[in-house]
């Protein structure tokens, strides 16, 4: 069984330097009103969808665990980062930043599987044939090419590309370490 690496994934975005901030509106940010990493028009969306009253001021007033829910299914469950290990978590961070269609397009990119930004069978069946550790270098190239064509990039292009490789360093750090190869020939006598 894998291991549940959402509460993780959680931590990391929630780092000051990601998005571990409380209601926030940046200059220039094209998602606008932000709180704990969730956008005003994704939490109205959430909300609208389980039929529950939308206001600016009840979303200023949310906490960041108020937002548990809505990341695991809108960003951690939708791209199945719960069957990726400890990629799900740079997989989880990917769609909170760019949306999990293009995490899940960046993902079967490098894989060599049909884009169609939904992961299913076939991405899930490629990702169990590579080296996790390439694969997280590959991941994080997608997305530092992404920003740069992204609006606005030139006010955010730097503090992404750190994100992403802050993200992808972290998760090489949780990956296994290579067991050398045992050598079986006997040892040189002096």
């Not at 028009?41 to 959430?46: A, F």
């Not at 997305?143 to 972290?170: I, L, M, V």
């Amino acid at each position: 069984m894998l291991r549940d690496y959402f509460p993780t994934a959680l931590s990391f975005i929630w780092r000051p330097d990601n998005d571990g901030q409380p209601f926030h509106d940046t200059p220039h940010d094209p998602g606008g009103a932000t709180n704990w990493g969730v956008t005003y028009s994704t939490w109205t969306g959430w909300q609208q969808l389980h039929k529950l009253p939308v206001s600016m001021d009840a979303f200023k007033a949310l906490g960041k665990d108020d937002f548990q829910p809505l990341y695991r299914a809108q960003f951690w469950n939708s791209i199945r980062c719960s069957s990726l290990g400890a990629i799900g978590i740079m997989m989880f961070d990917c769609a909170v930043n760019c949306g999990p269609g293009h995490a899940a397009g960046f993902l079967q990119t490098v894989l060599g599987v049909t884009v169609d930004r939904e992961i299913g069978p076939i991405t899930i069946a490629a990702y169990a044939n590579i080296d996790a550790a390439k694969l997280a270098r590959a991941l994080c190239a997608q997305r530092e090419d992404y920003y740069q064509h992204c609006p606005n990039a030139q006010y955010f292009c730097k503090g992404w590309d750190r994100r992403a490789e802050t993200c992808r360093d972290y998760v090489l750090s949780l990956l296994p370490k290579p067991v050398p190869p045992v050598s079986l020939s006997p040892k040189p006598t002096s």
